[in-house]
């Protein structure tokens, strides 16, 4: 069974900055009412999803899964969760994407 892993974002910047960021690559989906951190914005595979494909580019087999984001004192903390390995290749290129904004990303295996 595949292990989960648990990731939160914190994100500094201005307000628009953030809003763009989010704007672009959170993503509903409505057939199972949740929120989910599209990688293929930042790092697309292509025409076809590859599982194989996504964890070399992505660093993962998914997508940033049941998103949770909080706003607070002009911090937006992301929290979500990833199938078997952390999205530390998205993540690389998230920043080179979005230099503007300050990214910290904490990250736990439930496996280790």
């Excluded at 690559?25 to 996504?54: M, Q, S, T």
């Excluded at 997508?63 to 998205?90: A, Q």
């Amino acid at each position: 069974m595949p292990n989960r892993v648990y990731i939160r974002l914190h994100l500094t910047g201005t307000k628009n900055n953030i809003d763009k960021f989010m704007k672009e690559n959170i993503k509903y989906r409505g057939d199972v009412e949740e929120e989910y951190l599209d990688f293929g914005v930042v790092v697309p595979l292509g025409d076809e999803y590859d599982r194989d494909i996504a964890e070399k580019m992505w660093g993962t087999r998914s997508t940033g899964l049941d998103v949770y984001t909080v706003e607070k004192d002009g911090h937006t903390f992301i929290s979500f969760f990833t199938i078997n390995s952390p999205c530390s290749e998205w993540f690389e290129k998230a920043i080179e994407k979005y230099p503007e904004i300050i990214f910290t990303f904490i990250y736990h295996d439930e496996n280790n």
